[in-house]
């Protein structure tokens, strides 16, 4: 007998029992109107507020007094419309959300061809923090959604000093957010000084040759670039920057190329879950990428962007809530990138005359 997944993906079939038995949505053209958005949002939110499952991440512990009720839903379509409900304007510590953003950054900055050679782009299968993974993969870096390519993503960064460099990532991830972003300090000090691990992967690929400035200090930008504050409301706009081909919807900054946002988006689906990123396409059919804290971020091509944010996490460190309640919005709002229906017959083509 096949084992039953009790992954939220997994269940998420069973909570989307009565949305199937909706008329379909395709995903095509822009996202649906304003009042089904704002409603069906609303209802995602009172449809797994009450989930408990999960738990907090504790091994940061600054992020292990976070409230575990607190949960958060915002899209923002790619003409600037804004939806949220729940605790859509919560601070909290962006973490790994931030390595698709900083990988956008540096595409634009050293080309598609280069970043692929120099960080790989393909999934691990492997926890986001594996060590093995290193080991094992011939490129070593595997992709920059993992623990070891987002730390020799940000070691490609440029700058005179390490102030210039974090001042690159601080403003660029700005840009895609549309505010000024700063850092939450106490999250920022208690990394670092738990930060063994992540040290120890970038004197690994410092070994293979696959670090590109000072591993200590690259580490420390991208503990620091972890600890930028968002809300989902931010994270909303950082996707839906993403989803409008580089264009921040609020303030019409272009913030990358085409061709780079392009490529960041095919590395969200293919490794933005990590080794649950088949299961998620599977499932939700978007690019999205999850962080410890509970945020999780989802790229509409062309429509917008969609941000959870909930702190209990599942064993493979990615929101329960913000799983469920992506999951549940996909499949409403026609926004599987995945979906389709047959083409209409074209109308036959009359013979041509015989001649006599």
């Known amino acids: 007998m096949m084992a039953t997944s009790t992954t939220p993906l997994g ?22 109107e304003a009042d089904l958005v704002i409603r069906l949002l609303d209802e995602a939110h009172a449809r797994f507020a009450g989930v408990e499952d999960g738990a907090v991440a504790d091994y940061i512990p600054a992020l292990a007094s976070s409230d575990p009720a607190q949960f958060g839903l915002s899209i923002v379509g790619v003409h600037g419309a804004r939806h949220s409900v729940g605790d859509a304007g919560v601070a909290f510590t962006i973490q790994s959300i931030s390595k698709p953003f900083v990988f956008a950054l540096m595409a634009n900055e050293l080309g598609h061809e280069k970043v692929r ?20 993969n011939p490129g070593r870096t595997a992709n920059p959604m993992v623990n070891a390519g987002a730390i020799a993503t940000t070691s490609l960064v440029p700058g005179a000093d390490a102030a210039a460099k974090w001042e690159f990532v601080r403003a660029g991830l700005s840009r895609f957010a549309g505010r000024e972003l700063a850092v939450d300090e106490e999250v920022y000090a208690s990394e670092s000084h738990s930060n063994a691990r992540n040290e120890g992967i970038a004197r690994l690929l410092e070994g293979y040759g696959r670090i590109y400035s000072d591993p200590i200090e690259a580490t420390d930008i991208y503990t620091r670039q972890c600890s930028l504050l968002v809300t989902t409301e931010d994270l909303a706009v950082m996707s839906a920057t993403l989803a409008d081909g580089g264009v921040n919807p609020i303030t019409q900054e272009r913030v990358i190329d085409e061709d780079s946002c392009k490529r960041t988006l095919a590395v969200l689906a293919t490794a933005g879950l990590y080794e649950r990123s088949g299961e998620w396409l599977y ?9 410890v804290s509970g945020g999780i971020i989802t790229v509409i091509p062309g429509k917008g962007g969609l941000a959870s944010f909930s702190p209990p996490l599942d064993d493979a460190g990615n929101s329960v809530r913000g799983t469920l309640a992506t999951a549940y919005l996909s499949t409403t709002l026609g926004l599987n990138v995945f979906a389709s229906q047959p083409v209409p017959a074209a109308p036959p083509v009359p013979a041509a005359p015989v001649s006599p």
Do not use: C, M, Y
């Open 11 to 32: 269940q998420a079939a069973g909570a989307l029992s009565a949305a199937a038995a909706q008329t379909p949505r395709i995903s095509t053209g822009t996202l649906p």
């Open 117 to 136: 050679e120099l960080l790989g782009v393909n999934n691990s299968g492997l926890p986001f923090d594996s060590v093995l993974a290193v080991e094992l």
């Open 283 to 291: 499932e939700v059919g978007l690019p999205a990428k999850s962080g």
